[in-house]
């Protein structure tokens, strides 16, 4: 009953649009002495290439036999386009914050000293 199932890849895009990538029938023969015995099995797929930004989105495996349908709970891939660059401006702002102090202390510094003359 359990031998003949399928598995099916898709993905949903954020506009929750369903989108089927691959499908494949699978009958596992079970070696005899081997019946009434949990099995786990490995499927891998690879997607390639994705295409361009459109291609962001949840993707998931889902395997069904005859009564059972089992999913899983799915990647979210983000597609970016090529050259994109991820801006940080942390450590511009800790240099440029540090230089400021460091200026304002000696201005300060300097006018203490100044006074005090």
């Known amino acids: 009953k359990y031998t003949k199932f399928s598995i099916c890849y ?3 895009n954020s ?44 993707y998931y495996c889902k395997v069904k036999w005859n009564d059972i349908q089992k999913m899983g709970k799915g990647v979210f891939v983000l597609v970016r386009d090529t050259g994109y660059i991820n801006t940080s401006y942390g450590w511009e702002i800790l240099i440029t914050l540090t230089v400021l102090l460091a200026v304002l202390s000696i201005t300060a510094t300097a006018l203490l000293l100044w006074k005090r003359k």
Do not use: H
Request: aromatic letters at 10%; zero cysteines; glycine letters at 4%.
């Open 10 to 12: 898709y993905w949903i």
């Open 15 to 58: 506009l929750d649009q369903k989108t089927s990538i691959y499908t494949r029938l699978e009958n596992v023969a079970i070696p005899s002495g081997e019946e009434n015995k949990t099995a786990a099995l490995s499927y891998d797929y690879r997607i390639m290439p994705l295409e361009n930004t459109s291609s962001t989105g949840t």
